[in-house]
Nanobody, 115 residues
Framework: QVQLVESGGGLVQPGGSLRLSCATS????????MAWYRQVPGKQRELVAS???????NYADSVKGRFTISRDNAKSTMYLQMNNLKPEDTAVYYC?????????WGQGTQVTVSS
């Protein structure tokens, strides 16, 4: 059973920072592509950033230069460092792990950027 557990969300003022974590229960964590998504009510879930087993990274244009995705294969954990946060970054953030034809998701962590 694959489990993904996000943590690190919260309330932060504009310009602030947060670091999200996604801990997994899978073996051979390092071979899998993983990603962060976010969703606001009434909108589709959107890709924020992705990281492949070979450390190749992709970012949404809206977060380039502000967010950094990383992973610690020894800890089976993925991270999202979010700097210079903006009110439009407010959303529930989910980690995603596609394995074969299945997509595994965490429970989500709320990030609210507000003064």
């Amino acid at each position: 059973q694959v489990q993904l557990v996000e943590s690190g969300g919260g309330l932060v003022q504009p310009g602030g920072s947060l670091r999200l974590s996604c801990a997994t229960s899978i073996s051979m964590f390092g071979i899998y592509r993983m990603a962060w998504y976010r969703q606001v009510p009434g909108k589709q879930r959107e890709l924020v950033a992705s990281i492949a087993g070979g450390q190749i990274e992709n970012y949404a244009d809206s977060v380039k230069g502000r967010f950094t995705i990383s992973r610690d294969n020894a800890k089976s954990t993925m991270y999202l460092q979010m700097n210079n946060l903006k009110p439009e970054d407010t959303a529930v953030y989910y980690c995603n792990l596609p394995i074969g034809i299945r997509d595994y998701w965490g429970q989500g962590t709320q990030v609210t950027v507000s003064s």
